[in-house]
């Protein structure tokens, strides 16, 4: 993966993304974060068939695994993030 000059990893940015990555204030109703589904002892993925939704909603899809998630052309089955 070509990194953008400029865009290099440093270890506030690590920190900032770890961060991000397990607040719930991302998620629309501020009940779930990224790790609630994307699991890192389940290598960034989710056991379940179905992922839970915001709102305590059941989920329409499973949380594929995050890694190398750098390389895919885009995020979710209709394209959006």
Do not use: Q
């Amino acid at each position: 993966m070509v990194m953008p000059t400029g865009n290099e990893l440093t270890k506030a940015r690590w920190e900032l993304g770890k961060r991000l990555f397990y607040d719930k204030v991302l998620a629309i109703d501020k009940s779930i974060s990224c790790a609630s589904c994307h699991k890192p002892t389940l290598s960034f993925a989710d056991n379940r068939a179905l992922s839970p939704g915001a709102f305590n909603r059941p989920g329409v899809r499973n949380a594929p695994s995050l890694a190398n998630v750098g390389y895919h052309p885009y995020l979710l089955r209709e394209g959006s993030v």
